[in-house]
């Protein structure tokens, strides 16, 4: 297989469930558009420059959850772009551990998982 046709075959969403507290959720990896959306929530962007917002933290995270969670393997989304505040209700508990479990998914920090299963180039 080519170079090429190894990306393109990333082309694909990834799917994971997870239980938590005796619930089966179902997650979906995230595209790089979707992944500058979310971080965009976070960010106040002015001409001075852009600086992130702690406070806004929660949104992106509900916004990351809205493009995430699915109703199965290779299935529709549970929340629409506009529901983040409906996601900012659940749980904190629960919604921490959803959490966790997409950025695991989308190898976003929670346990170094991209530097993990980064292959290393010859030299």
């Not at 493009?67 to 290779?74: Q, W």
């Not at 749980?91 to 998914?105: G, H, P």
Request: with cysteine; proline share 2%; aromatic share 8%.
């Amino acid at each position: 297989m080519s170079l090429r046709e190894t990306l393109l075959a990333k082309a694909n969403r990834r799917y994971q469930s997870e239980e938590i507290d005796g619930t089966v959720y179902w997650f979906q990896s995230i595209t790089p558009a979707e992944a500058m959306n979310v971080s965009m929530v976070a960010m106040d962007v002015s001409k001075a420059g852009a600086t992130y917002q702690p406070a806004k933290l929660v949104a992106m995270q509900s916004m990351q959850l809205c493009y995430s969670l699915v109703d199965g393997e290779g299935g529709d989304r549970l929340f629409a772009d506009d529901e983040v505040s409906i996601v900012q209700t659940i749980d904190n508990r629960t919604f921490q551990r959803l959490y966790a479990a997409s950025e695991k998914l989308n190898g976003k920090g929670v346990d170094g998982d991209i530097e993990k299963k980064s292959e290393s180039v010859p030299g």
